[in-house]
């Protein structure tokens, strides 16, 4: 599917700015070359295809789904669903979280959705195709979603409403009249040049941690010597995915950045599982989010919030470990 | 009568990029209305709204959760 785009950096490198294929710098321009276009053409469709997705599944209608029809228990895995299609900006979750509080969606179903989200996203899958390839995706998909799901379940089992903020735990009492979602009637046409701007912004808004990602992973490629991870890492022990998660839990990266680098981690030896699990400690939790989610809940809300995700996601790196 | 414009956003780069838009609009065909940024949480949670930013226009949720593009302000404001 990318032949023609190896050919054009084979091209572009070796022919037009005469680098040597056999040197270093050579082969790391290409690599460089290589994966940002490949990355950046899979993140536009991606990111285009889901913005067409939203469009006519916007986050209010959604909310009224979960709401309104009785789902047995599985409301936690289509909350988790839902957070892994609707685009994320950690900017959007306190709004989000108190939107669905507030329209009467239990604690533990609103946390599906809070833990899926970032997880994952359109940003993450264009990454993880373009690094990984469509089976990693899946699993990767599969396993946030389920992730999700069984955190919120797991959270909604303790009673955390009264560890929420005061003025949550007001907004809540006083049950302000919900605006009735009106939907807006457009045609698709109509709405495409909103879905491909959309797109663009999206793209443009990573697009410098995507070089980064790349050229960081690049210059370790050349760098890094084979198997310097797994000296450390990899070996398999059992304690090595709790390590790479809690040194991942308070550090933020999107993935947009990560996903080039644990790629390189996967290369050198660390399992896919522990990269995996050290990724969605990144993305997942960190300081900053803890700071947003403050606004909304007591410290020991987010302590057990973080614990118990942090736990689930240390699970989640050994049973991939067993089964990759 | 001057419009009251207010932009939702506890300050992410969509929210500013609303900013901007809005700003420009209202400079190039010279709208009387003030603008106004709402960055506390709690204040914007009072319009119910999930997602930001949100373009508020005399106290109406107009747009929320993107980026409007100069013309979709400019006839929102007419």
Known sequence: ?324 | MSKVIKILGTGCPKCKSMTNVVKDVVKEHNIDATIDKVEDIMEIMKFNIMTTPALVIDDVVTIKGRVPSKDEVLKLLN
């Open chain 1, 1 to 324: 599917m990318f032949n023609w785009l190896q050919h054009f950096a084979d091209w572009f490198i070796y022919s037009v700015l005469s680098i040597g294929a056999e040197t270093h710098l050579g082969v790391a321009l290409n690599f460089f070359v290589y994966d940002t276009l490949k990355i950046l053409i899979l993140l536009f469709v991606i990111v285009f295809i889901m913005g067409i997705v939203n469009a006519y599944f916007p986050i209010e209608r959604l909310k009224d789904y979960l709401n309104k029809k009785k789902l047995y228990g599985l409301e936690y895995f289509f909350s988790s669903i839902f957070g892994a299609i609707t685009p994320f900006c950690s900017c959007s979750s306190v709004p989000l979280f108190i939107g669905f509080v507030q329209g009467g969606i239990p604690l533990g179903v609103t946390f599906s959705f809070l833990i899926t989200s970032p997880l994952v996203n359109e940003v993450a899958v264009a990454m993880f195709i373009g690094m990984f390839g469509v089976k990693a995706t899946l699993i990767y998909v599969a396993s946030g979603i389920l992730l999700g799901t069984i955190g919120g379940w797991l959270l909604g089992k303790f009673n955390l409403e009264p560890l929420l903020s005061d003025w949550v735990k007001q907004i809540l009492e006083n049950k302000m009249q919900q605006a009735q979602f009106e939907e807006e009637h457009k045609t698709f046409y109509q709405r495409l040049p909103e879905i491909t701007n959309g797109a663009w912004d999206i793209v443009k808004s990573v697009l410098l941690y995507v070089i980064i990602g790349i050229a960081i992973g690049a210059a370790m490629h050349g760098y890094v010597p084979e198997n310097f991870f797994s000296a450390y890492l990899g070996g398999g022990e059992w304690w090595t995915v709790p390590i790479a998660v809690l040194v991942a839990v308070p550090m933020y990266a999107n993935a947009a950045g990560i996903v080039p680098v644990i790629q390189v981690f996967v290369a050198k030896g660390v399992p896919l599982g522990t990269a995996i699990a050290f990724m969605m400690a990144t993305v997942g939790l960190s300081i900053p989010e803890a700071t947003l989610l403050k606004k909304v809940m007591s410290l020991k809300l987010i302590a057990i919030f973080f614990g118990v995700i942090t736990l689930c996601i240390i699970l989640s790196g050994y049973v991939f470990n067993i089964l990759l």
